[in-house]
Structures are given as structure tokens and as C-alpha cells.
């Protein structure tokens, strides 16, 4: 490669990934202003992608910069996701949380699939969202898409639909809290365990109390824990199907061993052996919320309304209709 074309890669590379940046940040502009707040940066700034690409197509000149942020800032955001996992909460809550998260996982997506196959939606964004209601909304989809082989459209999308849906829900979650024979810490389990996102599940639990709030993310977090055998499992079956196929295996995502890491460090390593004060936890938190914004704003430039519109809309029908059995069914086991 000679110089000049040196140089120009490096040009879109620098010039794509600000241009993410430029994006994300004003997905995090209108996130705070009123009527916006609710949704979030994530959502906002995948529509504004979305958007983008619809009205003034894809930007082909900073595509490096644009991939760069898709697929490089999307693992780096998820090994620092990892910090928001404390482990030692987990085991000290023991066996029945954990076997709660475990059915929740299950039977969102299988029942999930079971709607897809029935309404003959799109498989692709059918597992991706069942995945999404059933571990930890986007962050989970982000996780599992380069095992699956998911297309970046298809992850981008994903993203925003469970992003949206579960906003809805959870605004709807504090709505009906006051007419719910539900005791405030049942109410945060209940949260915790049914809805999409840790964003969410903040959204509706801090209204009922910090008792509340607090089991709310226990009950979140346990499920956050299920990704990495849940990604372990995945891997397994994709292996599995490519045994009969040309196809190479699928290579394990060490992305994720580095979220591990990072769980384990910030459970038994920050404020243990190493001192760290709040405000620098949310730093890295504000940190990996935009990184992982950045990198949405990538995917979601390679989704093509055009494409989409038809195989989306099924698919959105089977999470809502999901997303509703499994608020149902989580109501009998807290």
C-alpha cells in the first residue's frame, strides 16, 4: 500500500468514527431534552442514523471510520459493560434468583421463536429480539450477533426495536404501579425480571423506593450474568450446524472473555484492592454508554428502510406480544 492510500484510509477512518461521534452526541442532545428522555440517546441516535442513510444514503467516503466504530467500538463497549456486573451480588442472592433469570431467558425466547415461526417472521430479527426481552435488551443483541452471524442491519435494527419497546414498557410499568397489588420490593423483582434493559429497569423501579430499585437491578443483573453461558451455548450450536456445511466454525468472541474480566475485576478487584470513587464509576459508565451509542450509530447506517420495512414489521409484532406473556408470567414467581 503506498503512502497517499495510507493516508486516505487513516482519513476515513478518523472522519468516519467523528462522524459517528457527531451523531451519537446529538442522540444524546435530544435524549435530554423533554419528550425525548424517556426513549434515550440509543434509540435517538439509531433513528438518526436510520434516518440519515434513508434521506442522503450511505456515506461511502468514511465507510472504514463507520465499520470501525460497527464492529471495534461495539466490543470494546461490551467488555466495558462488564464493570456493571457484580458478580459477588449475584452469589450472595443464590440459587432461586438466579433460577428465576434462568426461566425468564428460556421462555422469552422460546416463546419468541414459537411466534415467529407462527406469524412466519423473519428468523434473523426474531432470535435476535427474543435474545434482547430475554437478557439484557441491545447490550445482549450487540453480544450475540458476530456468533451468530447476524447481518449489521439486522443488529442495528434489533437494537432500536428492543430499545423503543422496552422504553414503552417501562413508562407503562409506572403508570399502572399504584393500582398493582404488588408489595414496592415484589414490584422491583417483577422489573427486574421482565423488562428489556438495565435502563429500563432503573426507569421503572426508582419510583417505588430504593428497596425496590435495588432489587429491581439484582434481579437485572442476574440476567446480564446469563450472557456469557448463553453465548457459550450459541456457540456450541452454530459450531454444530457448520459441521455438515463448508462453512468455517464460528470463532470464539473473545470480547466476551474480556466483559468476564472486567465483571470480575469490578466485583472483586474496585473498592476492594483498588480505591474508585462513584463519580469515576459513572464516568466510565457515561463512557461505555456513548461508546456503545457510537457504534449503534454505525449499524444503523447500514439499515435500509427500503429493505427492512416489510421484514420488520412482524418481527415487532412477536417481541410486543412476548414482551406481554412475559410481564404476565413474571408477575406468578416474584
Not at 24 to 29: E, L, N, P, T, V
Not at 36 to 48: E, K, M, N, T, Y
Not at 84 to 108: H, T
Request: charged content about 10%; proline content about 3%; glycine content about 8%.
Amino acid at each position: 500500500m503506498t503512502h497517499t492510500k495510507k493516508v486516505g484510509k487513516y482519513y476515513s477512518l478518523l472522519l468516519g468514527v467523528a462522524f459517528t461521534f457527531i451523531i451519537a452526541s446529538i442522540g444524546f442532545s435530544l435524549a435530554s431534552l423533554p419528550g425525548f428522555q424517556q426513549i434515550g440517546s440509543l434509540s435517538v441516535a439509531i433513528v438518526l442514523a436510520i434516518l440519515y442513510r434513508h434521506f442522503l444514503g450511505f456515506p461511502e467516503r468514511i465507510r472504514a471510520g463507520i465499520q470501525f466504530s460497527a464492529k471495534r467500538l461495539l466490543r470494546l463497549a461490551i467488555i466495558l459493560f462488564g464493570l456493571k456486573l457484580n458478580i459477588n451480588v449475584i452469589l450472595d442472592e443464590g440459587f432461586p434468583l438466579m433460577l428465576r433469570d434462568l426461566l425468564v431467558v428460556a421462555f422469552s425466547i422460546g416463546v419468541m421463536m414459537l411466534l415467529a415461526k407462527w406469524l412466519k417472521a423473519d428468523q434473523s430479527l426474531s432470535i435476535l429480539l427474543g435474545i434482547g426481552t430475554g437478557v439484557c435488551g441491545a447490550s445482549a443483541i450487540a453480544a450475540v450477533s458476530p456468533i451468530l452471524k447476524a447481518k449489521e442491519e439486522d443488529t442495528a435494527l434489533s437494537a432500536g426495536i428492543i430499545s423503543l419497546i422496552g422504553t414503552i414498557f417501562a413508562i407503562g410499568y409506572t403508570i399502572i404501579r399504584p393500582i398493582l397489588p404488588m408489595e414496592a420490593v415484589a414490584y422491583g423483582m417483577w422489573s427486574g425480571l421482565s423488562l428489556h434493559e438495565v435502563a429500563h429497569v432503573v426507569l421503572a423501579g426508582k419510583p417505588a423506593g430504593e428497596n425496590a430499585l435495588a432489587m429491581a437491578l439484582l434481579a437485572k443483573l442476574g440476567r446480564v450474568f446469563l450472557l456469557i453461558p448463553l453465548s457459550i451455548i450459541l456457540i456450541w450450536i452454530m459450531n454444530r450446524k457448520k459441521q455438515n456445511t463448508t462453512d468455517h466454525k464460528i470463532p470464539f468472541p473473545w470480547f466476551l472473555v474480556g466483559f468476564l474480566i472486567m465483571s470480575i475485576i469490578g466485583s472483586f478487584v474496585l473498592g476492594t484492592y483498588i480505591s474508585v470513587s462513584n463519580s469515576v464509576m459513572d464516568g466510565v459508565s457515561i463512557v461505555t454508554s456513548y461508546i456503545l451509542t457510537m457504534a449503534m450509530v454505525g449499524l444503523g447506517l447500514n439499515v435500509s428502510l427500503h429493505d427492512l420495512r416489510q421484514r420488520a414489521f412482524k418481527p415487532v409484532i412477536a417481541v410486543v406480544l412476548t414482551s406481554i406473556l412475559l410481564a404476565i408470567a413474571t408477575s406468578f414467581i416474584v
